[in-house]
């Protein structure tokens, strides 16, 4: 498991911006510090993946460079992973890509165990492929879960990245103990726990409203 903000860097900046509340009312400024970590993530990610020599023809003869066997897919959780999954896919900028709808029910009493909806999903052919699953909070882990068991009807991964903002201990061990596939968590903090009602303490709140305002 890759965590950023275990080593100083200008990420933490934009982690500590995505937590402040008083940082948090400016919209933009939220999206775009998703997307700046996003992009720090994305880069993590890609020295992990296979490379090979290419020539290079340039203007005043050739060389060699090691440049990405293949892209990888990136899948991106509605609506909150929009502004982080435009980070990654920055760095990733001839991936394919997919959406999936997945949503935890919220009208659900408190205490009862998290379930959640999946209602739309369009993705491209996985087989054999690095997909890089992208959605901002990992908490129960669940929402992943559910959006990879739907997406092996596209076809059955070689690797999955996951890639989180904010993870919980909890939704680490949960993914680690439901996906057979192979796969490696992403995040830029592991936080300390999840609440009663499964948020991440100390997390940042609700990365979708903040983004784009509350939904009703």
């Known amino acids: 498991m890759f965590i950023l903000n275990q080593k100083d860097s200008i990420a933490n900046h934009f982690l500590a911006e995505l937590r402040d509340v008083s940082v ?26 296979p490379y090979s020599i290419r020539e290079i023809e340039g203007p005043f003869g050739k060389t060699n460079s090691n440049l990405l066997s293949e ?24 991936a394919d890509s997919g959406f999936i709808g997945a949503y935890r029910n919220e009208s659900q009493e408190n205490g009862a165990p998290v379930t959640i909806s999946l209602n739309y999903m369009a993705a491209p052919d996985i087989t054999d492929k690095t997909v890089i699953l992208v959605d901002p909070m990992l908490a129960t882990g669940k929402s992943f879960i559910k959006s ?22 909890e939704g680490v061990a949960f993914i680690d103990e439901n996906l057979e596939i192979p796969h490696r968590i992403w995040t830029g903090a592991l936080d300390e726990k999840l609440n009663t009602q499964s948020y991440i303490i100390p997390g940042l709140g609700d990365a979708g409203d903040l983004s784009f305002g509350p939904k009703i």
């Open 24 to 49: 948090q009312t400016d919209r933009m400024r939220f999206r775009k510090n998703l997307e700046r970590l996003g992009e720090i993530l994305a880069y993590e990610i890609s020295k992990s993946l």
């Open 71 to 94: 892209q990888p897919v990136i899948i991106s959780v509605l609506r909150a992973a929009v502004p982080f999954y435009q980070g990654i896919i920055n760095f990733f900028d001839r």
């Open 148 to 169: 990879m068991q739907h997406l092996l009807s596209n076809g059955s991964p070689r690797q999955v990245e996951i890639v989180s903002a904010i993870a919980a201990p």
